[in-house]
């Protein structure tokens, strides 16, 4: 059963008489569990669908609609599928106390996976999971693999029942399912030689396999350091050497580059990034790989249209992570634009220095640092540290934050999405 939430005057849902708190109980005779049932039984032009109104009447209409023409409902979240591992490394562990009971939810949803590009490890699914994947055609999914030695892998994610991961592609793979995949490197565990044998599996798996990325863990100041630690410098380069390598034989026997290594990989390194073609076609830029890369070619595909900001003084505030590659697009963005720019990075006051990343800044350190920049005509502030709620890692809403700052706010995703109109007056 799933629950309605809202129906969109007009719609076919609306003719029927549906309202907040209907029922969806089956279609052709089919139960209802989650959205991916809703969407792929649905996916006809006729159906049966049988409904329970919030008053206890039940009714089956008979549908027949042209596929263009949207039902017009909102549906309920489903229920997020719990984490089965406790991975020394769990971002949601190294929480401190007192945030939002969300952010204490250790998900790993393969559902998810398919319609955001959220990691999972798959080592819950069901048999009943594993069907619905198949029949419904959930490609790509993103996987965390993190390491193909079955031994090192349940290590990881300390998990001791954790299936072979490569068995578990292999029969999605078998039904025509595709998969991105990540490796989060932790120092002395899956790094080095497990490294190399773990993107040589994938690779050699086949073109099933899009791509692999590989990101150096991150934490906290309340993560497990007795457990975990962050890689070095020199780790990090060893890493590089061992991605690029691999990425140069994808290429050309592929010609893609298959294997990549996040921004920050490089940015710990010190060394510098590759270039936007290295990067196929940014699919894991949500992921940290290309970031850079990307928002280049952005506001360079955008340029012309980025006028009328002569004079103008925008502050671009970021974490310290970004700070040292930002200025590199900056640069194309001040000639684009004639506005003078001012990188802003804030230190992460709620999960530690050691946190760098710009979606994890809480809302509070951003009005601390901006609460008497009225030198600035506009402030750029990153899209993804507020959920779709408008509220901050540490709750403060975005209305709030701006009703409190003395210059006007916008959130950005890519520059060009916050400058193609021109400041208030």
């Known amino acids: 059963m799933i629950r309605v939430t809202a129906v969109e005057p007009g719609t076919i849902g609306a003719e029927l008489g549906l309202e907040p708190g209907s029922e969806l109980l089956s279609v052709n005779g089919r139960e209802l569990d989650d959205f991916l049932d809703w969407e792929y039984l649905t996916a006809e032009e006729s159906f049966i669908l049988h409904v329970r109104q919030p008053g206890g009447e039940e009714f089956e209409f008979d549908i027949e609609r042209p596929l263009e023409e949207p039902m017009g409902l909102g549906l309920e979240p489903p229920r997020i599928r719990r984490c089965a591992n406790r991975c020394d490394f769990c971002f949601v562990d190294g929480n401190p106390l007192g945030l939002r009971d969300a952010l204490y939810i250790r998900d790993d949803d393969y559902r998810l996976s398919f319609r955001y590009g959220n990691f999972a490890t798959l080592t819950n699914l069901k048999p009943w999971d594993v069907s619905r994947i198949i029949e419904y055609r ?59 044998q773990t993107l040589r599996d994938l690779y050699e798996f086949g073109p099933q396999v899009l791509g692999c990325s590989v990101v150096p ?38 010609g893609v580059s298959w294997a990549f290594g996040a921004d920050e990989l490089y940015m710990r390194a010190g060394v510098e990034l590759p270039p936007a073609s290295v990067y196929d076609g940014f699919e894991q830029v949500e992921n940290g790989v290309g970031a850079v890369r990307w928002l280049q070619r952005q506001i360079a595909n955008e340029a012309e249209s980025l006028g009328g900001w002569r004079g103008k003084r925008v502050g671009v505030v970021t974490g ?82 701006i009703r409190s700052l003395p210059v006007e706010v916008r959130l950005s995703r890519d520059f060009v999405d916050a400058l193609s109109l021109e400041v208030s007056a």
């Open 138 to 196: 959930l490609s790509p999914l993103y996987v965390s693999v993190h390491a193909t030695d079955p031994v090192v892998r349940r290590y990881l994610l300390r998990n001791p029942t954790a299936p072979e991961i490569i068995p578990q592609l292999r029969e999605f793979a078998r039904h025509g399912i595709e998969f991105h995949t990540q490796i989060v490197m932790s120092p002395g565990v899956n790094d080095g030689p497990v490294l190399e």
């Open 217 to 254: 863990v991150g934490l906290t100041e309340y993560s497990k350091h007795k457990l975990v630690r962050e890689p070095t410098a020199s780790e990090c380069r060893d890493a590089i050497t061992i991605i690029e390598a691999c990425a140069a034989v994808a290429r050309r026997e592929r």
């Open 320 to 401: 310290t992570a970004m700070a040292p590659l930002l200025p590199q697009v900056i640069a194309p963005l001040t000639a684009a634009t004639g506005a003078e720019f001012e990188l802003i990075p804030v230190e992460n006051t709620l999960f530690g220095t050691t946190v760098t990343t710009a979606g994890l800044i809480p809302g509070s350190a951003m009005r601390d640092v901006l609460r008497l920049r009225t030198d600035l005509h506009l402030v750029l502030l990153p899209a993804e540290s507020v959920n779709d709620d408008g509220l901050f890692i540490d709750n403060l809403a975005i209305d709030d934050l």
